[in-house]
């Protein structure tokens, strides 16, 4: 039968538990599952660990990530682990002017408040207090609890923004400010979903701030070795290349079927995004209500562009390498420099609309648009990198998608509970699963470590 690969065979290999899924999630869960007496047996669609992370390198020892890269000071969990594997951070360059392009000006600043009309930054500050006193109503263990969840999960940001914003350039910022966060737009993204984030982050500065904020620090070596390292115990118990197709689920026990291996375990633990989980063969198959919720969390769209410089030239010339634009194509740049800060590295974004439509154009026509950018925002030495790197997240065969997962409206209130919930003998775990800091590595972690802990209990 299609997606059964293997099936006529004796099982192969027997576990306690099969996690599914080598991120980080389900690195640590199957760490600690190991720490408990365990047997566990990973299954990564990948030839790699790491999953949404993803590093590239740039010869002699260094690279960037194409990937997930970023942690800031309330990311304890994330920074613990990291600490514990010997892994350091180093500060997202900051030094410098900021530039900003608002309504076909370019102006650069420093601190984080750019000189632009008055009016519309006191628009951007009424909506982010009202918009942090609303989230701090939302319950982040369960978001549809919130006294008003069904108000605000029956709309979108966008319809919140054309309500309660007055000014169209606060609008626009707030705008970009999305994309940035969801790599969707306004008209994509449940308000509730707005709000539970910014709680599960700790506000809204929290999720969008380099210095003190989710943009802070990133790791020498690169992100995805905090995945290499945690690997490394598990050894033969991480079998990579084998994507899995099918789950036969019985009183006693779970079948799982993926390319060249079935394996027989008590236990799953799914760590993937949760609309990937809706994409494999159940037997029998899962409760609606589960399908039904991984149908309302689609994966947002993004491209990360890199352009290498033999320098960091910027710096030089007073600048930070920072820039944010209502233009765009690119609206969001950092120095992506590695820690000595050779060669030089402008990293910028194509989120949600920008990487649909971009994503969609041969790939020199996109380099010119991104690269474009970049001589707009740092001047006529941008336009000549030595080379130019970029990832599209969506066109990855086993993510389809990032940053994550976010809840379309009506998500959360119709189907929240199923997002963490076990059915059976089958767990969930990954970054959309977490309480704090849900969509990050942090959050990663924290599923991880509760998927673990429902396992062992469950025995």
């Known amino acids: 039968m299609a997606g059964e690969p293997g099936q006529g065979r004796k099982d192969a290999r027997k576990a306690d538990v099969v996690v599914i899924g080598a991120g980080l999630a389900g690195l640590v869960a199957a760490r600690q599952l190991v720490a408990a007496g365990r047997s566990v047996v990973v299954l990564e669609a990948r030839d790699r660990v790491g999953g949404r992370l993803l590093n590239e390198p740039l010869g002699e020892g260094k690279v960037v990530e194409v990937g997930g890269q970023w942690v800031g000071p309330s990311q304890r969990r994330m920074l613990a682990l990291a600490d514990s594997l010997g892994i350091d951070t180093f500060p997202t360059h900051g030094s410098g002017q900021n530039v900003i392009e608002y309504d076909g000006s370019l102006i650069r600043y420093t601190g984080t408040i750019p000189r632009i ?86 506000g809204l500065d929290a999720l969008l701030d380099t210095e003190g904020g989710a943009q802070q620090d990133r790791f020498v070596g690169g992100s995805q070795l905090v995945a290499q390292k945690l690997a490394e115990p598990l050894g033969e118990q991480i079998m990579l290349g084998h994507p899995v197709r099918r789950l036969e689920l019985s009183d006693e026990s779970i079948r799982v079927f993926s390319d060249g291996a079935i394996l027989r375990a008590s236990r799953v633990i799914l760590a993937l995004p949760p609309t990937l989980t809706g994409r494999l063969v159940y037997d029998p198959p899962l409760p609606g209500y589960r399908d039904q919720l991984t149908q309302r969390m689609p994966q947002g769209a993004v491209t990360k562009c890199m352009a290498v410089y033999d320098e960091p030239f910027w710096r030089g010339e007073g600048l930070s390498g920072q820039a944010v634009s209502t233009t765009g194509p690119v609206k969001l740049v950092f120095d992506n420099s590695p820690p000595d800060g050779s060669p030089g590295v402008i990293l910028g974004f194509l989120e949600g609309r920008q990487a649909r439509e971009l994503g969609r154009v041969p790939l020199d026509e996109r380099r010119a648009a991104v690269v474009g950018c970049f001589e707009r925002f740092f001047g006529a030495r941008a336009a000549e990198p030595e080379r130019y790197i970029e990832r599209s997240w969506a066109e990855e065969e086993w993510t389809r998608g990032c940053y994550g997962c976010y809840f379309t409206p009506g998500g959360w209130t119709g189907y929240g509970p199923a997002l963490r919930e076990p059915i059976g003998r089958i767990h969930w775990a990954g970054a959309e699963t977490a309480t704090v800091w849900n969509g990050y590595m942090d959050g990663a972690v924290q599923s991880g470590e509760r998927a673990a802990r429902e396992v062992i209990a469950a025995e």
């Open 117 to 202: 009309s008055t009016s519309v930054l006191l628009d951007v500050e009424q909506a982010r207090q009202r918009l942090g006193a609303m989230a701090r109503q939302v319950p982040v263990e369960a978001p549809w609890r919130a006294s008003r969840a069904e108000e605000w999960d029956g709309q979108t940001f966008a319809t919140w923004l054309r309500r309660n914003v007055v000014t169209n350039g606060a609008r626009s910022l707030l705008q970009l400010a999305t994309e940035a966060v969801w790599a969707a737009q306004p008209e994509d993204v449940s308000l509730l979903h707005v709000l539970f984030y910014m709680h599960s982050a700790g």
